[in-house]
């Protein structure tokens, strides 16, 4: 979801409308199963898949999708109810590592140049993690040298290495991890780490590991799954789950947080995050078996402007004024963010069901991908 892990770019001089095949495209490439996303950092591009019994890393080209190097490793695992084998957590890029996390818990740092293994930890052998509905996908966040990790061992929910030796530094004692991964921000002058594990909103002081505040929300029933980020606007942090949840809108103190407020008829975001622009959230409100609705509501009172049913569950990104958004069928939609009315610019059908991977953007090149192909657009004007 970017840099500031909230979906929303910097870039600009976009198309602004697509031909009816949709934006041109550069490149694709056949991959394996997987929800992870691809990511980008200057012409490389990471993509996390499974590959018959291997997870496997692979750097492409990002211009030309062209191989780079390979990393894989044996996996064993199998999804207790049928979601899919394949890696849920996106690689982290940072500086010269990247840092990946499989479904059995497999952390592993490899140097982006090479692909050679820099260190790695089984964390479901080594901390003894309960196991979790659809195996271990949360995403890892970089705190200056720290490496931070929600999975959920006993006597430490959150656990901090060191970026370049895989040294433990600190565990913070909180609850099991969720499917949603952290976010890092600086509010009144204190930094924090928001985790949004399975029992609610954790905020971690990333130096030591002292847990600042908790703040319960979890979903009604114990079969559930928390999956959307924490979203981050200035000194406020959402919150979405579905199962009977629904949302909050919190402030945040230096060691604690108000309700402003709250209602489950909101928006129950089961695995998408919310894209926030000008004072209004635009999110997938809903069951994903049941069919998810996109819905527009208002940040300050969470009054709902709008709804458009049958849309689905989708990956969104806000990009030079426009919402970009895959949704679970495989369309890829052109979208105004505007609070007056649901307002569709294009859509084509671009990948296989269920596209449930996050989208990248970078240097005007959009990447998506499913359980069998990686695609490259072209969007810039």
Not at 111 to 138: C, M, Q, R
Request: glycine share 12%; proline share 5%.
């Amino acid at each position: 979801m970017g840099p500031d892990r909230n979906g929303i770019s910097a870039e600009t001089g976009l198309l602004t409308s697509w031909p009816d095949k949709g934006p041109p495209t550069l490149w694709e490439k056949s991959i394996g199963e997987g929800y992870s996303g691809p990511v980008v950092a200057g012409n490389r591009l990471i993509i996390f898949h499974r590959v018959e019994n291997e997870d496997v890393v692979e750097c492409l080209d990002a211009v030309t999708g062209k191989g780079q190097w390979r990393f894989a490793y044996a996996t064993e695992y199998r999804d207790n109810f049928g979601k899919g084998d394949g890696p849920r957590a996106t690689p982290l890029i940072a500086g010269d590592r990247v840092y990946t996390l499989g479904p059995q818990g497999e952390l592993h740092c490899l140097d982006l140049s090479t692909g050679k293994k820099a260190w790695v930890h089984f964390l479901a052998k080594e901390y003894e993690l309960p196991d979790n509905f659809f195996g271990i996908g949360t995403s890892p966040i970089l705190e200056n040298d720290l490496l931070l990790v929600n999975v959920g061992p006993s006597g430490g929910g959150v656990l901090a290495f060191n970026r370049e030796t895989g040294m433990e530094v600190w565990r913070a004692k909180c609850e099991q991890a969720s499917y949603s991964s952290p976010v890092a921000a600086t509010i009144d002058g204190t930094r924090h780490v928001f985790f949004f594990t399975m029992n609610g909103l954790v905020s971690v002081d990333p130096k030591s590991g002292d847990i600042r505040f908790q703040k319960p929300w979890r979903s009604r029933i114990r079969a559930s799954v928390t999956a959307a980020t924490p979203l981050v606007i200035k000194d406020q942090v959402f919150l979405s789950a579905s199962y009977g949840t629904g949302a909050v809108l919190l402030r945040v103190g230096k060691d604690d947080v108000e309700e402003i407020w709250k209602g489950d008829e909101v928006m129950s975001n089961h695995y998408n995050t919310c894209i926030h622009k000008d004072g209004f959230l635009y999110g997938c409100d809903g069951r994903q078996e049941r069919g998810a609705q996109l819905r527009c509501i208002e940040l300050a009172t969470g009054k709902v402007r709008w709804t458009q049913a049958g849309f689905g569950c989708a990956n969104m990104i806000l990009a030079d004024g426009k919402l970009i958004a895959l949704n679970e069928g495989g369309d890829l939609i052109l979208l105004e963010p505007s609070p007056e009315s649901y307002k569709e610019l294009a859509r084509v059908h671009v990948l296989s069901r269920p596209s449930r991977a996050p989208l990248a953007l970078a240097d005007g090149r959009l990447y998506a991908r499913d359980d069998h192909k990686l695609i490259c657009w072209n969007l810039k004007k």
